[in-house]
């Protein structure tokens, strides 16, 4: 009976070993913003540097003195000064088009949030963490479900 036991016990961990059970490599890229760094225009560099082709925001906690928000279907984007705390930071990212939300809230707890476009500059601190896959490859494409370009998935063929 013991040896029984023994084979089903190592059939089931050389089961679990198979190439299906492989997890995915994440990678990730930790950085901090310092004051009058534009959140926009540094996240797109660390993407370019880093050849980040399918990659999203992990976290993001700081703090901005001037934004530039494009809010829900509106051409242009809506800039205000002063004090915010970023409430959070979510989106995709790729050297092939990036597509970042952000809130953020004012002293009295008002929050607004919408596209995150370049102008939005760090008061004290950005602290960033992205993460991001070879397993894909994220692009931005028409593709006549919408008058914009959205995200396309393509699962790369990566051993």
């Not at 930790?30 to 760094?37: H, I, M, Q, V």
């Not at 008061?123 to 931005?140: G, N, S």
Request: charge should be neutral; hydrophobic fraction near 35%; proline fraction near 4%.
């Amino acid at each position: 009976m013991r040896i029984v036991l023994l084979l089903l016990t190592i059939n089931f961990f050389t089961a679990c070993k198979s190439p299906q059970m492989n997890p995915e490599k994440i990678s990730t890229a930790a950085f901090r913003l310092k004051p009058g760094e534009d959140l926009r225009a540094v996240i797109e560099k660390i993407v370019k540097e880093k050849a980040i082709n399918a990659g999203w925001v992990a976290t993001c906690s700081g703090s901005l003195t001037d934004y530039a928000i494009r809010f829900a279907n509106q051409p242009d984007a809506s800039t205000g000064s002063g004090h915010f705390e970023i409430v959070s930071l979510t989106g995709t990212v790729s050297v092939n088009g990036s597509h970042l939300h952000l809130s953020i809230s004012d002293s009295t707890g008002r929050t607004i949030g919408g596209h995150l476009t370049p102008g939005c500059k760090v008061y004290t601190t950005a602290e960033i963490v992205l993460q991001y896959t070879d397993k894909y490859t994220f692009t931005r494409e028409k593709d006549g479900s919408t008058p914009w370009e959205e995200l396309q998935v393509k699962e790369n063929n990566t051993p």
